[in-house]
C-alpha cells in the first residue's frame, strides 16, 4: 500500500508569529498552517500559554533548520512580580508563600540582577516539557509527583531593569538556548528575600529575528482573505535564519558529490564550523559542516524547487 501524500501547498520559508497569550505553541502553529495551507510546518520551541510573541514558525524545507533557530540565543521582556512565590514559578499557579517588600528598593533588584549575569546553572522546574522516562515532568507536577532534576548551565548575556514599581520589575533577558525565566525569576527573588514569580512573558527576539518583524493571526487572517499572494508576502526565505553563518559556493561537479552525502574539499572555504552551501546557480544547498581534514561534509540539505 502506497503512502499517501500530506495535503496542502509546497511551502518554503519562516513566518515570525507574535503569539497572543492563551494559546498554545502547537494551537498557534496550526491556524497558521490552516491559514497558508501549508503541506508541513513547525515551530522552533515552545512558548507557554502564559507567554507571548516570536514564534518562528517552519514551512516545507525550513523545518530542516528548525534547530537552528531552537538553539538560538533569545530575547524576552518579563515582569517578576516580587513579595510572592507560586507553584509553578509564573501567574498560572497558585500562590504558595507571599513574603514583605520592605527593604526591597531599584538600586537592591539592579544588584540582585547583576548576580546573574553570565553563565550559571538552573534547575529546570517541574512545570517543564523536560521528560521522565517518556512523560513531560509539568504531567508528573499534575500529578503531585516531583522529581529530583539536575542542574543545566546556560548564559545569561544581559539582564536590564527596565521599570520598578515596588512590587512589579520589568526585566529585559537576554539569553543563552534552554534557559528558564520562570527559574530566573525564582532566583532573583530569593537573592532579594522576598520570592518572585513570572507575571508576564513576552519573546522579543530569537536569533536573527527580532519582534518589528513580527505578524499576528489576524494579520494572517487579514492577508489570507485577501489571497495567497498576499499572504505569502510574509513569507521570509530559508537562509533569513543564516545569515550570521559564512557562506561558500560549489561547482556543479563538487554540488552532485554533495547531494549524495559525500564530503567535498572546497579551496579557500573556512577552515571550521558550519556553512551555507550555494550551487553554481547561486541556489542555496543546504548547511554543511568542516571536517578536521578540512573537507566539507553535507548537514541539511534542501530539494530543489519543482
Known amino acids: 500500500m502506497t503512502r499517501q501524500r500530506a495535503k496542502g501547498r509546497d511551502l518554503d520559508g519562516i513566518v515570525l508569529l507574535d503569539k497572543p497569550v492563551g494559546l498554545s505553541s502547537n494551537d498557534a502553529l496550526q491556524r497558521a498552517k490552516r491559514l497558508f495551507g501549508a503541506r508541513k510546518a513547525g515551530h522552533t520551541g515552545s512558548l ?4 507571548s510573541g516570536l514564534l518562528p514558525i517552519c514551512l516545507g524545507e525550513a523545518t530542516k533548520i528548525s534547530g537552528v533557530l531552537l538553539n538560538a540565543d533569545k530575547h524576552y521582556l518579563a515582569t517578576f512580580r516580587l ?28 544588584a540582585a540582577l547583576a548576580r546573574f549575569i553570565g553563565p550559571i546553572e538552573q534547575v529546570p522546574p517541574m512545570h517543564s ?35 520598578f514599581d515596588g512590587r512589579d520589575a520589568e526585566v529585559s533577558v537576554r539569553c543563552s ?56 508576502e510574509v513569507i521570509l526565505p530559508v537562509e533569513s535564519a543564516l545569515e550570521d553563518w559564512p557562506g561558500i559556493r560549489v ?10 552525502g559525500q564530503a567535498v574539499l572546497v579551496p579557500r572555504a573556512p577552515t571550521r564550523g558550519w556553512v551555507r552551501l550555494y550551487g553554481g546557480d547561486a541556489r542555496l544547498l543546504g548547511l554543511g559542516e568542516v571536517l578536521d ?14
Open 129 to 163: 516539557a523536560i521528560k521522565y522516562q517518556g512523560k513531560p515532568l509539568y504531567k508528573l507536577a499534575h500529578q503531585g509527583i516531583e522529581i529530583e532534576r539536575q542542574p543545566r548551565s546556560v548564559v545569561i548575556h544581559a539582564l536590564d531593569l527596565l521599570g
Open 177 to 232: 538556548k534552554g534557559t528558564y525565566v520562570r527559574t530566573l525569576a525564582e532566583d532573583v527573588g530569593e537573592a532579594l528575600g522576598c520570592g518572585a514569580y513570572v507575571a508576564a512573558l513576552r519573546r522579543l527576539g530569537s536569533g536573527p529575528y527580532q519582534s518589528p518583524a513580527m505578524v499576528t493571526l489576524e494579520r494572517l487572517e487579514a492577508l489570507a482573505a485577501e489571497g495567497t499572494a498576499a499572504l505569502d
Open 48 to 51: 507557554d500559554r502564559l507567554a
Open 251 to 260: 561547482p556543479e561537479d563538487m554540488a552532485y558529490y554533495l547531494r549524495q
Open 293 to 306: 581534514d578540512g573537507r566539507i561534509a553535507p548537514r541539511r540539505l534542501f530539494h530543489p524547487p519543482a
Open 83 to 110: 513579595g510572592e512565590r507560586t507553584t509553578t514559578g509564573d501567574a498560572e499557579g497558585e500562590v504558595l508563600e507571599q513574603r514583605p517588600l520592605e527593604g526591597v528598593t531599584r538600586q537592591s533588584v539592579e
